[in-house]
């Protein structure tokens, strides 16, 4: 029967990886490199660098849990064993604000850039198309969608390769424009200040690797294999991340100064570069990249969140049905098409919206900020508190140093975005008690 059907184990580390770097996207530094050449003084592969490492406490503190607790659920999962059930079901409440909303960021992303590429069919028209074909593929089986998404994302690296042959090529016969240590030290020197002022920039292109602890119950490896891919996910994309923004930083045409003071011009400061320097027709191309690429980050955003809503589902933290799984297909169906009806609802409404995108945006971080937070407080709680682990440095300093880094993020957020963070929290409240005060709640407590 389908409510007696599992998640079948499908998955290789190979798979896990393309869902994390199909998550995160290879360009995803594109879209901010001229917020933080500016805010920085031109040190962005410096930023890049800092950020990888301040995210890879949070990519260890998943490797951590994922090995000791290898459910669906991700960080729902982790916090419970290691927090008790009520913050588990606040950990999964809060990082369901990242894992519910961001489909509907990429997808408009992709809806908008595809638009701009072809004015003559509406923006809605490419969101929808996106929405539905990307929706088919991860109800079809989480397999076929590893498939297609693998070809997605080799696309992307290959224009992310000809970009960088090409940039280096100019680099060898012209030289660069900037000095050649200008992207770690700046542009006449950068500052403490202005690199961590940008970091807190830099780390959100990271948000998505974590998806990947999402299909532990789908691996064909043992539990080790999901810390695995999410540490080697997070190292790639942070030398990606480098590689590509030290390179336009060689050859930007606008200085630092220049770019601060012109805000309108930092969104397309990498394409300009690109098309200035290195190629017309390449900047097209990497536009084509950054059009398709977000409707298959929303694929993965959208298969994450299936598995966050069964987890929660099956363990009692939300209605049943979402834990049915489809006999044919292996995937949690209603839970996966339950996301897809809210994507598309929120995709709607931010589209109607002047600022939709911006507080679509502020929101998705705010979520999955604060599930980091958690998440390291559950390594604490679990094999520090539970288990009387003696290991300091695993258990101790690098769960507190990634939380501090989240709250520091989260303090640094836009004030609209802290204020509906904190109303999804307070609602989240609410809901746990009132499943904790219902009949099921009650039966939960007493046993029976």
Known sequence: ME??????????????????????GPLAPVGVFGVLDAKSAGAVGLVYVVATIA????????????????????????????LGPSAGFLAGWLVMLDYMLIPSVAYLFSGIALHALFPPIPAWAFTALAFTATTALNVSGVRLAARVGLV????????????????????????PVRS????????????????IGAVSVAVLSFLGFDAIASFAEETTGDSRQVGRAVLLCLGVAGALFVLQTC????????????????????????????ARSVAPWLADLMKVAKAVGPAFAAMTAVAAAGRLLYGMARDGGLPRALSSVDAGSGTPRVALLSTGAVTLAVSVWAASRPDGLDVLVSVVDIGALAAFTMLHASVIGYFRIRQGSRDLWRHLVMPVAGG??????????????????????????????????????RAR????
Request: without cysteine; glycine residues 12%.
């Open 247 to 274: 390179l336009a930083g060689l050859l930007a045409p606008m200085s630092p100064a220049e770019l601060a003071a012109a805000p309108a011009e930092q969104g397309t400061a990498f394409y300009d570069v690109t």
């Open 55 to 82: 995210m890879a406490f949070t990519a260890l503190s998943y490797a951590e849990m994922s090995r000791v607790v290898p459910k669906a659920g991700s960080v729902f999962a982790y916090a419970s064993a290691g």
């Open 152 to 175: 997605v994302l080799l696309a992307e690296i290959v224009v992310l390769g000809v970009f960088v042959v090409m940039a280096v090529a100019v680099l060898v016969t012209e030289g």
């Open 445 to 448: 407590s007493t046993g029976s």
């Open 180 to 195: 050649w240590s200008s992207p770690f030290t700046g542009v006449g020197g950068t500052t403490v200040g202005a690199v």
């Open 3 to 24: 409510g007696q059907a599992g998640l079948r184990r499908t998955l290789s580390a190979r798979d896990l990886i393309v869902y994390g770097l199909l998550f995160i």
């Open 404 to 441: 501090l880094v989240a709250i520091w993020i989260i303090v640094l957020a836009a004030p609209l975005a802290k204020l509906v963070g904190l109303a999804w929290l307070a609602a989240g409240i609410i809901v746990l008690a009132v499943r904790r005060n219902g009949p099921a709640g």
